[in-house]
């Protein structure tokens, strides 16, 4: 059974760029987490997605945005990338309809913002 | 207050020894906690979860948890050096259906 995949593995983009992307969580997963971890810091809560709707939001600025597809598959928008959005940003998914929350990690996107 | 605090170490150990990795959370109404394993670089892999108190035994590792004291630890036996890695610990409070919440992790050394 395929994991959690995100896309790119690695992406830069200029200061003021925007940056898509993307997870596919393991089949039969509806929900998907994005957390921001910068270099060396801990994982910070961006966003959290259940079938298709956004169910919690972190403490992060407007231009973090993102969706849930019907194939419950995410994405996750930067807009008006700054230096400080540079982090590995990974993805989570978990089916909360059999009662249990272990949530699994995609490899991750490490976005340089230059 | 943090909602999950853990030593940042390093914890350092020596092969073979038993690692003690300890995590306190604030929310006393949590009722699921994990522990996840990230090699730098890499993503956090979980390793263990438990959602009663007391032990909770994996191969080498073990899981405990006492909601009265709201701790929860993970043991490591026989410490390999392989196991050297930064250990995080996630808890997800009531009233947030399932927004992990992380610790900002201990780094976990084994000595040969």
């Known amino acids: 059974e395929a994991g959690v995949t995100q896309s790119p593995t690695h992406l830069i983009k200029t200061r003021g760029q925007q940056a898509t992307l993307r997870c596919s969580p393991i089949?039969?997963?509806?929900?998907v987490y994005w957390y921001q971890q910068a270099l060396g810091l801990g994982l910070q809560f961006l966003l959290w997605?259940?079938?298709?709707?956004?169910?919690n939001r972190g403490n992060f600025p407007p231009r973090f945005s993102g969706r849930q597809f019907p194939n419950y598959s995410s994405e996750l928008n930067v807009n008006a990338l700054e230096l400080e959005d540079s982090a590995l940003y990974l993805c989570?998914?978990?089916?909360?309809?059999?009662?249990?929350?272990?949530?699994?990690f995609g490899q991750g996107t490490r976005l340089t913002v230059v | 207050q943090k909602e999950v605090e853990q030593n940042s170490g390093p914890l350092s150990v020596p092969e073979g020894a038993i690692a003690s990795l300890n995590c306190t959370y604030s929310?006393?109404?949590?009722?699921?906690f994990f522990w996840y394993r990230q090699y730098s670089g890499k993503s956090p892999e979980l390793i263990m979860f438990i959602y009663s108190n007391g032990d909770k035994e994996d191969g080498r590792f073990t899981a405990q948890l006492n909601k009265a004291s709201q701790y929860v630890s993970l043991l490591i036996r026989d410490s390999q050096p392989s196991d050297s890695a930064t250990y995080l610990c996630?808890?997800?409070?009531?009233?947030?259906?399932?927004?992990?919440?992380f610790g900002t992790g201990t780094r976990l050394q084994v000595t040969l």
């Open positions: 989570a998914s978990t089916d909360l309809r059999t009662g249990h929350t272990e949530a699994f």
């Open positions: 089949s039969g997963h509806t929900s």
């Open positions: 929310d006393r109404g949590s009722q699921s």
């Open positions: 997605y259940d079938e298709g709707e956004e169910r």
């Open positions: 996630a808890v997800n409070p009531p009233g947030t259906a399932s927004k992990l919440t």
